[in-house]
């Protein structure tokens, strides 16, 4: 027994050494792209980083890239990029395939979602069906949802005098019960509940904290499948998240097929009835898995991007002063908002909302692509001469908004928030180049509308309603901040929330 033991140790070891050889060797595709030798020989440093000190292997690459350049290796089999001239070679549309490196979707567990799925084609079939349901047509019939939403926001916060109300969770309320309403046709009833507690902030949290687990050890994926199973031991909120997406979910989608069947078509549809009904839905798109992921992709990213902007509003009340005026001239009853296509276009608002997207991130950590039928070619500058690169097919190549949004050529002074830089016509096309909050191409975010229908049409009444009557309470820039990632943005652990006090008059 024992020398076969010790046989089974050598082999593994002399596979990984062989490994390491081959990585660092000229004969690996991405030999001639520059980054720290350990990097290139191995997913030590990324593992570190992201498991062990968690979340935080985006700082390690900004340094690289002041280091090495534009372009540079950050594990064997994959470049991270840091000048926008390249997003649209990376993030393309069109017949210009890209897949997914498996590496990078191995944290989430709903691997048949759009969001996790390696492959071009497939991913496709996947996205066609669900685009449809987030269009702008679609916000419009079912726009007066979120509208009611906002104002029971309003209501909910300017009734919340007594104590600090941490807004993290406040809009994570709001965020949760606007997403279900319109995909899943009713709330989840967090803001009509006393107190500000949403089971879904804390679960998602919880749920999302494992993601560089799964990361690299791919097979704890598997066993989360398992979570139904457990329910009853599990925390409260983690076990009614589980419980939504493993139970109630496919509940939902064998009533919604039993009531097609019968012929029984309810006045709002919803993203089941929606996908149950197009005759294009392959039977590669999994209800349940898409149905947890515009959950899970939906809440957190749109209220932090809400907190966010609230934040920067309160700590700088001229900025707030100027959105108040020009919101207040465009709209006559504050209980009465106009439409979100009419919302959009005042300038100021939209400057404040993108300010606010792009400081807020979307997703925290890289997302990659893999060209699969071509190679890239970059060229740019680096330490004032050119440089070129070959970024060859089959290889990972990725960019952080995190980086992006912080382009010191692009978004000068780019840790402040100022909103007036959107406002710069001349400089306009370069920001908006620059601006990756809901990504780009192919893979860009499904649920962008509905995100920009949210905050505008929330922003807007909180606007005129409750921010005049609002003040920051013990939270400083620190509480939103980014300090780490669980695939979305997190600040410090030390953050208290982003807490404030509403006066009643
Ligand atoms: C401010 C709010 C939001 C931001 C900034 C945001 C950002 C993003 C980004 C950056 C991606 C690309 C991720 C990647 O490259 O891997 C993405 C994908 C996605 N988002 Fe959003 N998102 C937001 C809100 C929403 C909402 C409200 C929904 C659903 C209703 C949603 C559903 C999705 C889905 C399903 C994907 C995967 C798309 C695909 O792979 O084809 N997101 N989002």
Known sequence: MMPLVLILIGSWAT?????????VSPFHPLSHIPGPT?????????????FIKHGRYTNSIEKMHEEYGPIVRINPNEVHCNDINFIDEIYTLGGRKRNKTQHNVNHTALSKSVFATVEHDLHRTR???VVKFFSRGMIK???????????????KLLSSVNEPVDLVVAYSCFSSDAISAYCFGETFGFMEREGWFSDFHTAELEILRPVYLFRFFPLFRKLARCGKYLVDYLPKDVSLMIRTLNIDFPNKILKTEKEIDEGVFRDRPTIFSSLLLDPKRKKEVDLVDEAGIILGAGTETTSWALVVITFHLLNKPELLARLHKEVSQA???????????????????????????????GVGGRSARVPIHEDLIYRGDWKGGPVEYVIPRGYGIGMSNRLTHHDEGV??????????????????????????AFSKGARACIGMNLAL???YVALAA???RVLPKMKLFETTVKDVEWGYDIIVPMPSPASKGMRVTISPI
Request: proline share 8%; charged share 25%.
């Open 127 to 129: 996205r066609a069906p």
């Open 411 to 436: 978004f000068p002074d780019s840790h402040s928030f100022i909103p007036e830089r959107w406002l710069d016509e001349k400089n306009r096309k370069q920001l908006d180049r620059g601006m990756v």
């Open 453 to 455: 229908c949210e905050i």
């Open 141 to 155: 019939k079912l726009e007066s949802l979120i509208h009611d939403m906002a104002h029971i926001l309003c209501d």
């Open 331 to 361: 709209v006559e009853d504050p209980r009465h908002l106009p439409p979100w296509s009419v919302l959009e276009d005042l300038p100021y608002l939209q400057a404040v909302v993108r300010e606010g997207l792009r400081l807020s991130y």
């Open 462 to 464: 909180l606007t005129l």
């Open 15 to 23: 596979y990984h050494l062989l490994t390491i050889m081959y990585n």
């Open 38 to 50: 350990l990097a290139r020989a191995t997913y030590l440093p990324e593992f570190y980083y992201d």
